[in-house]
């Protein structure tokens, strides 16, 4: 049974916008106090953590991705987003949805436990 699932286009070209969506089917997105994060991992590198929204709405992001990153919601369909904008080749990575029962910065292996559910990853390669 799929829990959480990323989907959206593998390919992205350069300076376009990168955009997934993650379905829960694990209980609603709006239970107290979960958050919902978006986390990927470059080639050869560790995991990064991007932003989260949390149940209530509050959305919070990496200081380095800020600029570029938009993360929402869509509660009748118990799912959220990730935009990212301007992408360039760095971008290229496996990207993860998952949640953790409070708000969790995972940097490599540190803090990757404290997340109960994850998507299985979704490709993304940005190349003209």
């Known amino acids: 049974q799929v829990q959480l699932q990323e989907s959206g286009p593998g390919l992205v070209k350069p300076s376009q916008t990168l955009s997934l969506t993650c379905p829960v089917s694990?209980?609603?997105?709006?239970?107290?106090?979960?958050?919902w994060s978006w986390i990927r991992q470059p080639p050869g590198k560790g995991l990064e953590w991007m932003g989260a929204i949390a149940n209530s709405g509050s959305t919070y992001y990496s200081p380095s991705l800020k600029s570029r990153t938009s993360i929402s919601r869509d509660t009748s369909k118990n799912q959220f987003t990730l935009q990212l904008s301007s992408v360039t080749p760095e971008d290229t990575a496996v990207y993860y949805c998952?949640?953790?029962?409070?708000?969790?910065?995972?940097?490599?292996?540190?803090?990757?436990?404290?997340?109960?559910?994850w998507g299985q990853g979704t490709q993304v390669t940005v190349s003209s």
């Open positions: 694990v209980g609603s997105i709006t239970t107290n106090f979960y958050h």
């Open positions: 998952a949640r953790s029962a409070y708000l969790v910065v995972v940097v490599g292996d540190r803090g990757r436990d404290e997340y109960d559910y």
